[in-house]
């Protein structure tokens, strides 16, 4: 079984998107488990808020820089925890061409009179830093929308080679393209009968 391991970064505001994005990715393990490919999403959620030797957010960091794709869901504001992961697999990716990187950007309609400058503004600081990186992010509506566009980069890094998806297994009878029939009233015993038979990093690389 081939595993990919996927990171899946976000603010706690897209805790929904969070959850349903791992739905997506268990059934697309139902797809491809048979091809032999498994993708390991990996969630903070799922580490434990317990002492560390250095920073908790450390161990994180650890974990993008051994994943093979990352994911950064972002909407009304970009936490320093949040732009640091996304640093972390950047630089990364800059040294070993790994982790693929993709960044999804949530439209959402925002209130002037209750909106957050200090979070606005972490929001266009970093949509400028990726402008500067040559990395353009991709805009989403909603959890439909995101998982379609995500699923097709997954069958385009399978397409180019990147997941290794196995043929699905041909039987036998299949492969000699005939279906040999045993025991029948109604033809003969043994008879056969003719079965007829260069690097991704973001979504895209235009301006959207």
């Known amino acids: 079984m081939n595993k990919k391991k996927i990171f899946l970064a976000s603010s706690s505001e897209l805790k929904k998107d969070r959850d349903q994005f791992e739905i997506f990715i268990s059934r697309k393990n139902k797809d491809w488990i048979d091809k032999g490919i498994f993708l390991e999403l990996i969630l903070w959620e799922d580490f434990l808020d317990a002492v560390s030797q250095t920073r908790l957010q450390d161990e994180y960091n650890k974990a993008i820089q051994e994943c093979d794709i990352f994911v950064m869901l972002f909407a009304t504001k970009v936490g320093i925890y949040t732009e640091e992961e996304f640093e972390t697999a950047f630089k990364q990716f800059k040294s070993t061409n790994k982790p693929f990187i993709f960044t999804y950007f949530k439209e959402i309609e925002i209130s002037t009179s209750s ?64 279906i040999k029939i045993h025991d029948s009233k109604n033809v003969v015993a043994d008879s056969t009968i003719s079965a007829g038979g260069d690097f991704i990093v973001g979504d895209n690389n235009t301006r959207k």
């Open 115 to 178: 909106a957050n400058k200090k979070d606005l503004l972490s929001l266009w600081s970093f949509q400028e830093k990726l402008s500067a990186l040559g990395h353009f992010y991709t805009r989403y509506k909603n959890i439909d929308e995101l998982t379609f566009k995500f699923n097709q980069q997954l069958d385009k890094l399978a397409a180019n080679g990147f997941i290794e998806l196995k043929p699905n297994k041909i039987s036998e009878s299949e492969q000699n393209g005939g």
